[in-house]
């Protein structure tokens, strides 16, 4: 395959600053950073698209498996239950809490499903002779629906709810949760394997690329999709992935401060009102987001208490806390502490999604814990309000553009690139010489 022409450094956009710089093919475990923010550019792979392909096989075969097994056994005074993967989602929507059902399905199944057959398709079809335009489409996809995609969190969920369970009876592990286990091991040895660049570059060695005349009257333009810079008008389509391109996202400043505010409104019930019920002889005992945390404090189980404590309670208020600042201190056109804004962005960012912990946890422990006389585990309103505060925090920092901070600072006459040359352990600039990485 040809790829001699992307060994030639280009010109790339940091998603992060919205600084412009080269970067050049990496030998494989090699990194490229932003010089001024730091934010990866691009991660070097060797035959990264073979090996990548055979992970998401991989990861599909186990999947469609895990849907099938059995995914908890659960013994006590006798009685025996078996819950599948979709045993949860059922109960809960027996329970009138089809919302979570659903975002639990979406999150655990489909997504995953979709983003697998849209990988593969996509890596299968490069294969071709003439591969079909439309791949190019069906890829940037991808990128989209991965945030989305959570079985790793599901079984740190499950995890927790297994310590709970044991409590009160003898808890087996089905066969579907070490297939899910392989799932996410999958998953993420693709994730390192692939270079999504790459797989760009393919498209454009192949000769998919749509023709676009010169356009050197307008400025440059960076894809968020598939990172493409070049000369072209604002709103037109990327040659290389189709999508609409745009120098920032749109209406970022309005959609984040309306998705913030829903987020923040319902932060409070979240917290108030019980996440679930459990009833043990009889008697019942609401459980909220930290009366849960309290409860594990008094069975000693400490490491279990802060996971907890950390996915729902802290994490969700420090995105809330850090995306007000970010938007304030944009609004305000301030240059303080620009890198470490930024990289609280992405810190935030990848992390909100590990808040679903305890709604998963919510979803075994309903369809795990039936067993009339011993205990019931009932769900409740607060657990519909804190599952939204996770869907709209994870909205609003998608929605949020850090660009705009590093724009606002710069329009308010700042000097930015004093902000990357204060630090002494400055790296080696990332204008990197053409690397031959093969
Ligand atoms: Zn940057
Ligand atoms: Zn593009």
Redesign the pocket.
């Known amino acids: 395959m040809n790829v001699s022409h992307a060994s030639q450094p280009v010109l790339r956009e940091c998603q992060d600053c919205g600084l412009f710089q080269s970067v050049a093919l990496l030998p494989s475990g090699d990194a490229a950073h932003c010089r001024r923010c730091d934010a990866t550019l691009r991660r070097g792979s060797t035959n990264g698209m073979n090996r990548a392909l055979a992970c998401y096989l991989a990861a599909f075969v186990l999947l469609a498996l895990a849907t099938q097994l059995p995914f908890l056994d659960l013994r006590s005074v006798g009685r025996f239950y078996q819950a599948t993967l979709f045993t949860g989602p059922a109960e809960l929507e027996d329970h009138g809490m089809w919302e979570i059902s659903i975002l639990v399905l979406i999150t655990l199944v489909a997504v995953p499903v979709i983003q697998l057959v849209l990988a593969i398709t996509v890596l299968l079809g490069l294969r071709l002779e003439h591969p079909p335009q439309s791949l190019r489409r069906v890829y940037g996809w991808v990128e989209v629906l991965r945030p989305w995609s959570m079985i790793e969190v599901f079984l740190l969920g499950v995890f927790v709810a297994y310590t709970r369970l044991q409590a009160i009876a003898e808890v087996e592990v089905g066969s579907a949760l070490v297939a899910l286990g392989g799932v996410m091991l999958s998953m993420v040895a693709a994730d390192i394997a692939l270079d999504h660049e790459e797989v760009w570059e393919t498209f454009e060695a192949r000769g998919m690329m749509a023709k676009l005349p010169p356009q050197p009257q307008h400025g440059l333009i960076g894809?968020d999709?598939?990172r493409?810079v070049l000369q072209a008008r604002e709103r037109s389509r990327?040659p290389?992935?189709g999508?609409r391109l745009q120098r920032r996202k749109a209406f970022s400043i309005t959609r984040s401060w309306a998705l913030l505010g829903a987020a923040i409104a319902l932060y409070v019930p979240a917290n108030i009102f019980p996440v679930m019920t459990v009833i043990r002889f009889g008697r019942g005992e609401p459980n909220t987001l930290l009366s849960g945390v309290i409860e594990l404090i008094e069975a000693q189980m400490w490491p279990l208490a802060m996971l907890v404590f950390l996915a729902s309670i802290t994490v969700p208020l420090l995105k809330l806390v850090s995306l007000v600042v970010m938007l304030v201190m944009t609004g305000e056109g301030s240059a303080k502490g620009l890198r470490l804004r930024t990289r609280l962005y992405r810190f935030v960012d990848t992390i909100g999604r590990w808040s679903m912990i305890d709604v998963f946890m919510l979803t075994i422990l309903v369809a795990l814990v039936r067993m009339g006389f011993i205990a019931t585990v009932l769900p409740g309103l607060g657990a519909i309000a804190f599952a939204s505060v996770v869907v709209f925090t994870m909205f609003a920092a998608a929605s949020f553009d850090p660009r705009l901070m590093w724009d606002a600072a710069e329009a308010a006459g700042h000097d930015l690139e004093l902000e990357g040359a204060e630090r002494t352990d400055l790296q080696p600039p990332t204008v990197v010489p053409s690397v031959s990485a093969r």
Request: hydrophobic share 10%.
């Open positions: 894809c999709c598939c493409l990327c290389r992935c999508s």
